[in-house]
């Protein structure tokens, strides 16, 4: 078995016993909640109701479970509508089962101390099994499903442009004003056939009027026919001057379990002349040198850097052979860890330009406030990051994967105006 099917079994495998552990411990919570309701035939309705919608899951996750690389090759939708499910489902009843576990403690350790020094087990009627807490969980468990729910239906499309300016007093002063718009992660599979989604995000793109696009990576889930039917879409982003793309760690297909070495080179290979038939110019370890009116600036291109478990092929030394004594660099590295690697204090590139963490398509971003739990893995995980006279900006995707929704993260488009000082 390829190790990332295992991988995924494992996954699955877990999700598995999650689902059946929460559930059960849910479930006693629920028959607290209606086990009084008068009308017998509605309360065992609302009982069949919630293990019918179980056994639909755990049915679902054992079809996973003996067809997962079916799935993969063919039908990956299916594996993240999936875990999307179990996350709507899931989440609110954690919140509700963490509030009856606090009033089942609570039982516990009153009817423990009745027991201890008044020789009494009872506990009486302080408050009755449809305690103050159970109620109140089950009230709040609403509050994380209709925000996943909004997220999987409509906040993956919810596209929202940032705009950035930065200043720098080494930018040739024929690139004062250029205006950069930055696209990472579509991940074109994960959107099926819904080109009016996609096409509202491009024309949001184009609406800038963008003097440059580029595009850092993850074009594509796995497989390059997820591109198949949407050239018409993607080959419409309009840039004044120039467009360029590199590849994201999804690009290569290393996660999936491929016949041959040969099938996965020739998928990697039309992955890549997708780009280019975007209007894309590759970055493959490489670099150009943009002119404007006889000044110029260079653009840096690096193939995937990435920490384990995420490969690494991209060549900082090779992409920039050529470029030294350009004055102004750009640098455009799919994984931000690169910047703190290899690029941060130990070269003059001004800006790196990457994506790759989703904000892992959960957050809150409100003023000051800005969290996602995946700043536990990439400190710099999305907006601008400013050390010294280098920058870092992380653009938090245009797709999704995986979870097929964004909570309190937007799909973004960003926008940066340079200028000279």
């Known amino acids: 078995m390829h190790s990332t099917e295992k991988v995924y079994l494992s996954i699955i495998l877990i999700y598995l016993a999650a689902v059946l552990l929460i559930d059960l411990y849910a479930f006693r919570g ?5 086990g009084e309701m008068k009308n017998q035939l509605l309360r065992n309705g609302i009982y069949i109701f919630y293990w019918t919608i ?10 996973c479970l003996f067809n997962i690389r079916q799935i993969q090759m063919h039908n990956p939708k299916f594996l993240n509508y999936l875990l999307g499910a179990i996350i709507l489902l899931i989440v609110p009843k954690i919140i509700f089962i963490l509030f009856l576990g606090i009033e089942d403690l609570g039982y516990f350790a009153f009817g423990l101390y009745h027991k201890l020094f008044s020789g009494s087990s009872a506990v009486g009627e302080v408050i009755t099994r449809r305690a103050f807490l159970t109620q109140t969980g089950a009230i709040l468990a609403l509050i994380p499903f209709t925000s996943i729910a909004y997220g999987i239906v409509k906040g993956k499309y919810d596209f929202r442009v940032l705009r950035k300016k930065l200043s720098f007093n080494n930018l040739p002063k024929n690139f004062n004003g250029l205006k950069i718009a930055i696209v990472s992660d579509i991940h074109i599979g994960s959107f099926g056939d819904n080109y009016n989604a996609v096409k509202k995000g491009i024309d949001m793109v184009n609406a800038l009027e963008p003097d440059v696009i ?22 419409e982003f309009k840039a004044k ?10 690009d290569y297909g290393d996660y999936v379990s491929w016949n041959s070495v040969e099938e996965k080179q020739n998928n990697l290979a039309k992955v890549i002349e997708f780009n280019k038939k975007m209007g894309f110019q590759i970055l493959l ?5 943009m002119n404007i009116d006889g000044e110029e600036i260079a653009i840096i291109g690096v193939e995937n850097w ?7 092929y991209g060549d900082l030394k090779k992409a920039m052979n050529g470029v030294e004594d350009v004055p102004f660099k750009i640098l455009l590295s799919h994984d931000p860890s690169h910047w703190g690697a290899e690029v941060l204090n130990t070269t003059n590139i001004d800006i790196t330009l990457s994506g790759h963490t989703h904000g892992m398509q959960f957050g809150v971003e409100i003023g000051s406030i800005k969290w996602s ?10 907006g601008l990051y400013t050390e010294g006279k280098q920058h ?3 653009n938090r995707g245009f797709g999704f994967i995986g979870f097929p929704g964004r909570v309190g993260m937007p799909p973004e488009i960003t926008f940066i105006e340079l200028e000279k000082t």
Do not use: C
């Not at 056994?55 to 079809?63: D, W």
């Not at 390059?224 to 039917?229: F, M, P």
């Open 30 to 34: 629920v028959r607290l909640l209606i």
């Open 54 to 63: 179980t056994s639909i899951l755990i049915v679902g996750i054992i079809y």
């Open 214 to 235: 580029f595009f850092t990576g993850d074009l594509v889930n796995d497989f390059a026919h997820e591109t198949n039917g949407w050239l018409p879409y993607l080959s």
């Open 241 to 250: 001057k120039a467009k360029y793309s590199i590849l994201g760690n999804h």
């Open 285 to 289: 370890n490489e670099s150009v040198k």
């Open 306 to 312: 990435g920490t384990p478990p995420f490969p690494q």
């Open 373 to 382: 739990p995946v700043q536990m893995r990439y400190p710099r995980w999305g």
């Open 392 to 394: 870092l900006y992380v």
